[in-house]
């Protein structure tokens, strides 16, 4: 097949898709009335309507904490709870936590109108997150604040606390022990030297 032969092909196919219907065909078609009224139907599909009050912040500052945030945005409206995720250990932010207002349309302005907001030479990232999305234990323990453990008591208190009989025998046995081991490395190093012994 030559280069003509395609060429006059491609007419013929052109010719065909911009030709209208033949006769027996189109019968599917639904009349034109009401035409304009379903162009406009399609050209205008329903959204969704938005109920997420709950939105995501993102890349939040140092120094820009709970309630720093609680008063920055009660300009929009009402904030219902707001969390910033937090070092379990140290207490430190985490950079991102979640805000909730009690309007949805609020959460929707802030945004729309937050986002990409530059703060403190950091560009905040606020997103909606669906009603469907939010972790039922999000807001546990919101309300009493991040509270640090102290390991250093809980350690210390695991020291000064009274023993049983049992713990102190088993404590006398693994001193006893370690000084016998003590003992014998010692004497198989060939060094003379008489041990005290223990009280």
Not at 99 to 114: G, H, L
Not at 120 to 141: D, N, R, S
Request: one cysteine or more.
């Amino acid at each position: 097949m030559g280069l003509r032969d395609k060429k006059r092909n491609q007419r013929r196919v052109l010719s065909r898709r911009s030709a209208g219907p033949r006769t027996g065909e189109g019968k599917d078609f639904l009349p034109l009335e009401g035409k304009e009224q379903r162009i406009r139907e399609k050209q205008q599909p329903e959204e969704p309507e938005n109920t997420a009050t709950v939105l995501y912040i993102g890349h939040i500052p140092h120094g820009f904490y709970e309630d720093q945030m609680q008063g920055f945005f009660q300009q929009f409206g009402a904030v219902k709870r707001v969390r910033i995720a937090r070092n379990r250990k140290t207490g430190k932010s985490k950079h991102y936590g979640f805000i909730e207002f009690e309007n949805p349309e609020v959460a929707k302005i802030v945004a729309d109108e937050m986002n990409n907001y530059l703060l403190f030479e950091h560009t905040l990232q606020i997103a909606p997150v669906p009603l469907e999305k939010v972790h039922a234990k999000l807001w546990k323990g919101v309300r009493k604040g991040f509270v640090p453990v102290d390991r250093v008591a809980i350690e210390r208190n695991k020291l000064s606390k009274d023993k049983t009989v049992e713990e102190h025998k088993r404590m006398l046995e693994g001193i006893v022990k370690r000084d016998e081991n003590r003992r014998k490395r010692i004497k198989a190093a060939g060094i003379d030297y008489e041990c005290p012994p223990l009280i």
